[in-house]
């Protein structure tokens, strides 16, 4: 750059290197030290140099997945339960009669990875039971059941990849705070399905 006085912008623009094949997500929380970026200034006139140190720090808390593999080719589930009758509603995720059945697919763009992956409910678990996931009404919470069992909300099964591609299928259930009827009205809520490994 020309020693004219003038400010140059210097466009650094950080990413993640996203792998192919499952790994390990990575929970951020606030505070959290994502990096620094270290910058010497010299020139060719002799006279010394400066430096300055970025830090990157995590403003929120998040979770990166870093692999190229995807459930459902990374789209939205949409779990619509209709007009449900509050009454109706159970409180056992695995015998309540308001449910939907999905299923899971799993794959990887590249071919030839066999290995056990890891899915994980991540959201914020109900105040009444940490299997099912928290809701726009504190008296209904949503749970995801494999094989028989609720997984806990930031709980996780254990499943498999073969050859680059897997599946499963599951159910999500509407379940009621024991002893109350929840408010007349829409329910809203969402949470997030992350694959990783064991």
Do not use: W
């Not at 830090?55 to 979770?63: D, G, I």
């Not at 914020?124 to 609720?150: E, I, K, Q, Y």
């Not at 499943?159 to 829409?186: E, H, K």
């Amino acid at each position: 750059m020309p020693d004219n006085a003038i400010t140059y912008p210097i466009d650094i623009t950080p990413y993640i290197l996203m792998r192919n094949s499952p790994v390990n997500p990575i929970n951020i929380t606030i505070g959290d030290n994502l990096g620094v970026l270290r910058i010497v200034q010299t020139n060719n006139t002799g006279s010394g140099s400066s430096q300055l140190t970025l830090a990157y720090t995590a403003n929120n808390n998040f979770t990166v997945s870093p692999s190229t593999c995807t459930i459902n080719n990374n789209n939205p589930i949409d779990i619509n339960f209709g007009n449900v009758n509050q009454r109706e509603i159970g409180t056992d995720p695995l015998t309540t009669p308001i449910r939907s059945n999905r299923r899971l697919t799993y794959s990887c763009p590249t071919g030839g990875i066999t290995t056990p992956i890891t899915i994980t409910y991540k959201g914020t678990p109900s105040s009444f039971d940490t299997h099912l996931l928290t809701m726009s009404n504190p008296s209904v919470g949503t749970a995801m059941v494999r094989a028989g069992s609720a997984v806990r909300v930031n709980g996780s099964f254990l499943t498999q990849i073969t050859n680059s591609v897997g599946g499963d299928d599951v159910t999500f259930s509407l379940v009621q705070r024991p002893g109350t009827l929840p408010a007349a009205g829409p329910v809203t809520g969402s949470g997030v399905l992350v694959m990783g490994v064991p």
